[in-house]
């Protein structure tokens, strides 16, 4: 595949260069790490670097995510270009790139995901050894690593008293604005340095449209009336938005502290499964509770088809999976859905969904994707009861009465067209009991 040529690093970066890597964070406004590096240096320039080590493992060359990120560091090329800087954008593996530059120091946000660490740890390593300082500072959540444990510091595997305690030790400060925006004439001056287009990077558009970076208080205030109809816009959509950091989470955290706590308690549940995702990395593979490795799971191949392309006869599952397809997104309450159905129903994996989920969605964030599937599953901390079974057809009832999101997205319920019943919910229900029970014994 063709690779983007980059500017020659040496006509852009000296040892009196601060870089600042960006990340997770891509704006300019309330940066924790890019605070720091223009707050303590005064020649600093932006980087990014599409990983190769990433890039290369997607499958579909229109990802919307590969799209959504190339929009969002054009906004901020224009915002430094105004400056009278340039982001300085680099494709290739970061490990081999930090080799070949030479910078006084790196700036950059903590990232909490195993390959990021192992990233960073390989990073650390070749910038020290060249004494050039390699700073991280937190900047996606509130609370991080140990900072919310048990009063023995063990950490918090159930969310409630997690919190709860994330509430109690929740202090103004903790939510403070980084003024980075306000200190953008300590970047590097420089002319606007080479930009790579989706297709230099091997990637092409993807044709889904991306939510506003907007933050409705209206939705905001309202969200515990309408959070689980999905028929209403009645959810934030600033999840793709926290995702890379297009949003600052501080500035959410502030509004919903004053708005609506049920709000709040979605934005601590990034935080609960960020923790849980430092403290046990094996859950990325491996079920949080060990026995539940044990169950025999079915997978079927054309089972799994029929879910992944919204055709099992069960009109809420088969929305969830079209909207999912067509647009990226998927309601939270209907996600819950579908991934019980997947588990509980069709006995499939729950890493199968997971990792479906994965590739689809554009909000994907492994911590909160793997938490909710383990928690679908049963397999997770603080998970849902493994004899838990959602009943579609009385979640359908309580949540989308009239069929106004089936209608959307399954026009052709109710005629001979729509397929039937994958499997009936009665014989599933007691069949994945039996299987669970089998794997778990007296647990």
């Known amino acids: 595949m063709k690779r983007f040529v980059n500017d020659a690093p040496e006509t852009v970066i000296d040892k009196h260069t601060t870089l600042f890597w960006f990340r997770r964070d891509l704006r300019l406004q309330d940066n924790a790490g890019l605070y720091h590096a223009l707050n303590e240096n005064t020649s600093v320039i932006p980087v990014f670097i599409f990983d190769t080590e990433i890039l290369d493992k997607l499958e579909d060359k229109a990802d919307a995510r590969v799209e959504f990120i190339h929009q969002s560091l054009m906004h901020l090329q224009a915002e430094i270009t105004a400056a009278g800087s340039s982001l300085y954008v680099i494709h290739g593996n970061p490990v081999e790139i930090f080799q070949t530059l030479n910078p006084q120091s790196v700036y950059t946000n903590q990232d909490y995901e195993p390959y990021a660490r192992k990233r960073d740890e390989q990073v650390n390593e070749i910038l020290t050894g060249r004494n050039i300082a390699f700073k991280t500072f937190k900047d996606q959540v509130i609370f991080e690593k140990e900072e919310i444990v048990k009063d023995d510091g063990k950490p918090y ?5 997690y919190s709860r305690k994330w509430k109690s030790t929740l202090l103004s400060e903790h939510y403070k604005s980084f003024p980075s925006e306000m200190l953008v004439d300590h970047f590097k ?39 689980d109809i999905p028929a209403l816009e009645g959810t934030s959509r600033l999840s793709v938005h926290l995702r890379f950091g297009t949003v600052s989470i501080r500035k959410l955290v502030q509004i919903a502290h004053k708005k609506n706590e049920k709000w709040l ?9 960020q923790m849980i995702l430092w403290h046990f990395p094996q859950v990325v593979t491996k079920s949080f509770k060990p026995a539940y490795d044990r169950i025999q799971w079915r997978n079927h191949p054309e089972e799994f088809r029929a879910w992944c392309e919204g055709r099992t006869g069960y009109p809420i599952v088969d929305a969830g999976m079209r909207e999912l397809n067509t647009t990226g997104f998927m ?9 019980s159905f997947l588990t509980k129903h069709l006995l499939i994996d729950w890493r199968w969904g997971e990792a479906y989920f994965a590739k689809k ?29 959602f009943n579609p057809q009385l979640q359908t009832e309580k949540f989308d009465p009239e069929f106004k999101y089936i209608k959307k997205w399954v026009p052709e319920y109710g005629t001979p067209t729509y397929p039937k019943v994958i499997v009936d919910h009665a014989f599933a229900r007691n069949r994945v009991l039996n299987v669970y029970k089998e794997a778990l014994g007296a647990e």
């Open 265 to 273: 308690n979605e934005l601590i549940w990034r935080d609960f499964y």
């Open 331 to 339: 309601h939270n309450r209907v996600r819950m859905i579908v991934a």
């Open 189 to 227: 001056k420089t002319k606007p340095l080479t930009f790579p287009s989706l297709s230099d990077l091997g990637f092409e558009p993807s044709g889904i449209s991306f939510p506003e970076r907007k933050i409705r208080q209206s939705i905001i205030e309202h969200y515990h009336e309408h959070r």
């Open 157 to 161: 595997t159930v969310y409630t008293p």
């Open 361 to 389: 969605l554009l909000d994907y964030d492994l911590a909160a994707n793997n938490g909710g599937w383990q928690w679908a599953a049963g397999s997770g901390c603080d998970a849902a009861p493994y004899f838990r079974v």
